[in-house]
């Protein structure tokens, strides 16, 4: 696990060790891994919390819980600020910049509010535009918080009951060649997180590009 955190960039061993910590105080364990959620997701959800179960160090319910509630609020967090505070929010440059990607998730939310939140789920690329574009198009509150609250709970059941089979084995197998070829160890995990880096990238690409298509053709008819 340390070597996963040092790979992927993030001083994320000062958090293992508290929840390394905090193994006999579940609820304590559980406030550690959701507020980690609110600044590393796709890290924690999917690279720190499988091996933590798969290792017996996570509770399986203290994980369905922390990734929940974190990721939960943390889409809540992304809604509400910007639905109240609107006209300041247009004038930032990264504003500017993404408007484009904003304006396009505008048209789609309008006709699939569900679908977008279960699509940007598995889409880090795109999460953050299309959750800030909820907010500024003032997205109906009730469907917005079940939709999020509905693809949050199947991402925290594949992490929690899924991910750990398949990451139990894979850890095994790395600690096991870690003792006589660490720089082969590093080089597959650096491998991992490329590959993963470039297929978020082109997913996110292919669905902007999807939306974008759809919002052209929808305005003649508009």
């Not at 990264?94 to 789609?108: M, P, T, V």
């Not at 699509?119 to 299309?130: K, L, S």
């Not at 491998?191 to 003649?220: C, G, T």
Request: proline content about 5%.
């Amino acid at each position: 696990m340390i070597l996963i955190a040092a790979v992927s960039g993030l001083d994320l061993a000062s958090l293992e060790a508290a929840i390394h910590a905090t193994t006999d105080y579940p609820w304590l364990q559980g406030w550690f891994t959701a507020v980690a959620t609110f600044f590393f997701e796709n890290v924690v959800c999917w690279t720190i919390v499988p091996p933590l179960i798969a290792e017996g160090i996570l509770g399986w319910m203290t994980a369905l819980q922390s990734t929940f509630w974190g990721v939960f609020i943390g889409d809540l967090l992304m809604y509400l600020p910007v639905r109240f505070a609107m006209r300041f929010v247009a004038r930032l440059r990264w504003f500017q910049r993404h408007r484009g990607q904003i304006e396009a998730f505008g048209h789609f939310f309008d006709r699939h509010l569900g679908k977008t939140m279960f699509i940007i789920r598995f889409t880090p690329g795109i999460r953050t535009p299309a959750l800030l574009a909820a907010g500024m198009l003032r997205v109906h509150f009730g469907q917005y918080t079940l939709f999020s609250a509905l693809s949050c709970l199947f991402q925290s059941l594949i992490v929690t009951f899924f991910m750990p089979r398949l990451y139990a084995p894979a850890i095994a197998w790395l600690k096991s060649l870690w003792r006589g070829y660490p720089w082969l160890v590093v080089s597959i995990v650096a491998v991992f997180f490329l590959a993963f880096a470039v297929a978020q990238y082109y997913i996110a690409k292919a669905v902007m590009r999807k939306i974008a298509a759809r919002q052209e053709q929808a305005s003649p008819a508009n």
